[in-house]
């Protein structure tokens, strides 16, 4: 219990007079033989703790009768995950929020109708954002060079910006990172996204994690979504590589699910034409164990260092 986390969920669960199990480490067949024995009803993790637990192998699965609920941060997991969690028994909720402003700002908070909705569509939806928290008073989608919003219309690219009385005051002793941070009353994100009709908002990537191919932008986001979708595929991370022609084009570190097998580039290359324009697809696959935080959040600066050396 530490970061945000340290101050907000744990505290919330005593003060309902919940009970929680706290975990040393992320171990599959542990969590899944707890939920089972002490009947967990809500569960926190990074999305790639979901992961972890979606391709768990069967032998460290204890079945449980009753539905978990998850709260997950970070990015939106792909829809593969989603699928798996569900299979499993648990209900995933997407938090969105950041240490400056107090952890959560905003959830997705789940409409009945989506139920009739398939698969794919119905997943969409649960990986948007927009619903403040009570004690966030506005949260906008907005031209960080003008600071006005964009249209609500699912295609103009954003900076997701929040006021609360929940924000930070600044930087300890880094003004300029603090006057980058807050401008206007508002504290800006670093996280670019859509803002669509209904007024949910869909995070497209963090603005550092942007590739621009020839002048085209590329969501990392969107890469790393269709490459989970291979049935081999467990984990992706996708970030820059430079490219002399190009100024930079997309590359791929992926972690193979246990006990599959490597698939060719050539495969990967055909199935990412199937579901994304040509320049999207990455030039480069780099296949092992992604390089991740205590919490499972993949160190894409760790990445990014890597592509120099290729």
């Not at 669960?13 to 599959?28: S, Y």
């Not at 990015?75 to 995933?92: D, I, K, T, Y």
């Not at 939806?125 to 989608?141: I, L, N, S």
């Not at 003004?175 to 803002?195: P, Q, R």
Request: charge should be neutral; aromatic fraction near 8%.
């Amino acid at each position: 219990m530490f970061h945000c986390s340290g101050w907000s969920y744990p505290w919330a669960v005593v003060a309902a007079g919940g009970t929680q199990i706290c975990l040393r480490k992320v171990e599959p067949a542990q969590i899944f033989r707890l939920i089972a024995e002490h009947r967990v009803t809500h569960l926190c993790g990074a999305p790639i703790v979901l992961n972890m637990l979606a391709h768990a192998p069967a032998e460290q699965r204890v079945p449980f009768q009753h539905t978990v609920t998850v709260a997950t941060g970070g990015a939106a997991p792909p829809s593969s995950v989603f699928r798996s969690m569900e299979a499993l028994g648990f209900r995933v909720t997407h938090l969105y929020g950041a240490t400056e402003t107090y952890g959560p700002a905003t959830s997705c908070v789940f409409q009945p109708e989506w139920n009739l909705l398939p698969d794919d569509e119905r997943f969409a939806k649960m990986a948007r954002q927009g619903v403040a928290y009570p004690m966030v008073e506005a949260v906008t989608v907005a031209d960080p060079k003008t600071m006005a919003p964009v249209p609500r219309d699912g295609t103009t690219v954003g900076e997701i910006m929040v006021r609360s009385n929940t924000v930070m005051k600044g930087y300890l002793k880094n003004e300029a990172a603090t006057a980058k941070t807050l401008v206007g009353n508002w504290c800006l994100s670093g996280d670019l996204a859509v803002w669509h009709p209904d007024g949910a908002i869909e995070i497209k990537d963090r603005s550092k994690d942007i590739i621009i191919s020839g002048g085209e932008n590329i969501s990392s986001l969107e890469v790393e979504e269709v490459l989970t979708q291979h049935p081999a595929v467990m984990l992706a991370a996708v970030v820059a590589r430079p490219d002399a022609k190009w100024g930079e084009t997309p590359c791929a570190f992926l972690e193979l699910k246990p006990g599959a097998t490597r698939p060719d580039d050539k495969e990967l290359v055909a199935f990412c034409q199937a579901r994304l324009a040509r320049f999207k697809i990455p030039k480069t696959f780099i296949y092992g164990p992604l390089p991740k935080t205590s919490t499972g959040k993949i160190q894409k600066f760790v990445l990014r260092d890597q592509t120099g050396a290729l």
